[in-house]
């Protein structure tokens, strides 16, 4: 399969791979942020891939168990912010005979690292 998904489940073979931490630490509030997701993370370096299967499964349940799900319900003037660091964010596939109009802003932060030594995944092939 391919490193990366798109919302409707295509395999985006092409995309390129890269590393992080599975752990962010907040840049303004120190606070712990998982950084796996089920569209880009493939697997845990280090880890047999059977290990590391069970690991973002296990995750990734906790990442999208429903008492951490907000679904926003579009109207007509709706704004939405949402902090980049400390939120996972997607969307279904859009209905392509619906206008969309969309303006974004998108402010610069950089997540610090927890201290080395902390499992890192890859949106790459083992």
């Not at 845990?44 to 951490?68: K, M, T």
């Not at 109207?75 to 969307?91: A, S």
């Not at 005979?97 to 690292?113: M, P």
């Amino acid at each position: 399969s391919g490193k990366y998904r798109s919302n409707d489940g295509a395999s985006i073979a092409a995309a390129p791979a890269s590393t992080h931490p599975i752990i962010l630490a907040h840049p303004e509030t120190g606070r712990r942020c998982l950084y796996v997701n089920v569209s880009f993370t493939s697997h845990v370096i280090g880890l047999p891939r059977a290990e590391s299967d069970a690991l973002l499964d296990q995750l990734r349940r906790h990442a999208y168990a429903p008492e951490f799900i907000y679904e926003h319900h579009w109207r007509t003037g709706d704004i939405v912010i949402w902090d980049n660091v400390g939120l996972q964010h997607m969307r279904p596939p859009l209905d392509s005979g619906k206008r969309r109009t969309l303006r974004v802003f998108q402010g610069v932060s950089e997540a610090w690292r927890l201290p080395s030594g902390l499992m890192s995944s890859t949106g790459g092939t083992p």
